[in-house]
């Protein structure tokens, strides 16, 4: 196996590499001491230092305005705290909890939605993996254990083998899901003993891709998603919807169509959260929705992802549209709608009866 190649974590290696101005490292020094950083070598590697919109860069490359934190903005945006009965364990809906064993990643998304956390927080002790167990244990309407973090592929085989081995003992839990950004960040842990640890007899194992540009997906992403899915385990993805990254049809029907080429299918594109500093990279929701319209009908369906907003607070997550249905009168038996296509015509449902067939 090649050695591991060096992942950059100072400011002094990002300039070093050509990735930020040597006028700039005081600025990235203060977010440095505010946010975690990390860019693995595939990360660095892919990025084009000479282009100033290059849309890799613009994820993980920090810049000052990060710094710059909005009135709206909050430190736990989709509020997990609130449904946190223990430490790691965040239970929102009935039928599902997050477990998030460890809250490193292997590369930090400057835009990350629970940026206040990660890389900072320890992984969980023993002790507070077992009384996380414990509760999934107690509640048997848990059908569904979704592990997150931070991002639960940096931990080692051995140790994700263990965590996914408790879970395949409690027989109300049938569903283990994997959030993460590994394979493409850092493809090269995504080994046959990885691959191995996710699989429990009995249990569905599916793993959901965050990946926010079709760039990411190089040829050892591509093998790392592959070796995952040729072991039996199917692969959803999740995209946060970003401006100068892919806010442009083009940019985003890109990425769809790349992931269903990968057999993954596209699953949330996720309106940015309103995480400290994160402004620069936020659209508006009728941008979005105007996306949505885009894709529509011109991509596959294979290719469509759900377009959600995290409710700030802890409501969960909602579909926010488009819309392609109005109501626009009748009574009960009477009802009368209009259905928008694909080219944005509308038509009218039930279909207005013809003269001839009065
Ligand atoms: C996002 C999330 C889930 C998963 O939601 P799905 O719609 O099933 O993908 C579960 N629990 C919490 C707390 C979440 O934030
Ligand atoms: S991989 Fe996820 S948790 Fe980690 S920095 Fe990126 S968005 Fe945040």
Not at 104 to 110: I, K, L, S, T, W
Not at 161 to 190: C, E, F, S, W, Y
Not at 246 to 264: D, K
Request: proline letters at 7%; hydrophobic letters at 45%.
């Amino acid at each position: 196996m090649k050695p591991a190649r060096k992942t950059l974590r100072r400011p002094d290696e990002l300039v070093a590499a050509g990735l930020i101005a040597h006028e700039r490292r005081g600025e990235i020094e203060a977010v440095a001491a505010r946010y975690a950083l990390a860019l693995t070598a595939e990360v660095a590697e892919l990025i084009d230092p000479a282009d100033p919109r290059d849309p890799i860069a613009r994820q993980f490359v920090p810049a000052a305005a990060e710094l710059d934190a909005r009135p709206e903005e909050m430190a736990d945006p989709i509020g997990d705290d609130a449904h946190s009965p223990l430490e790691g364990i965040v239970h929102r809906y009935p039928d599902r909890v997050l477990l998030k064993p460890v809250h490193v990643c292997a590369a930090y998304c400057r835009f990350c939605f629970r940026r206040e956390v990660v890389g900072r927080a320890r992984a969980l002790s023993r002790a507070q993996l077992d009384a996380a167990m414990t509760y999934i244990r107690a509640h048997s309407q848990i059908w569904e254990v979704i592990l997150t973090g931070g991002d639960p592929l940096v931990l080692s085989p051995r140790r994700l083998g263990q965590i996914v081995d408790m879970l395949a003992a409690i027989d109300h839990v049938k569903v283990i899901r994997v959030h993460t950004r590994v394979p493409v960040v850092a493809p090269a842990r995504v080994t046959a003993a990885l691959v191995r640890a996710l699989r429990a007899p009995g249990k569905a194992t599916y793993v959901v891709l965050h990946a926010n540009h079709a760039r990411e997906l190089t040829l050892e992403a591509r093998a790392a998603c592959a070796r995952l899915i040729d072991a039996g385990i199917p692969m959803l993805s999740q995209t946060v919807l970003l401006r100068g990254v892919n806010e442009e049809a083009a940019a985003l029907g890109e990425l769809m169509r790349a992931l269903v080429e990968c057999r993954i299918k596209p699953y949330y594109l996720h309106h940015g959260d309103l995480a400290p500093g994160t402004a620069q990279w936020r659209t508006g929701i009728e941008e979005g929705q105007a996306l949505m319209r885009a894709l529509h009908g011109r991509l596959s369906g294979l290719c469509q992802p759900t377009y959600v907003l995290d409710i700030p607070g802890g409501h969960g997550k909602s579909p926010i549209g488009p819309n392609y249905l109005a109501r626009v009168g009748g009574t009960n038996g009477a009802l009368r709608y209009e259905v928008e296509d694909f080219n944005g015509r509308r038509h009218a449902y039930p279909p207005a009866r013809r003269e001839s067939s009065l």
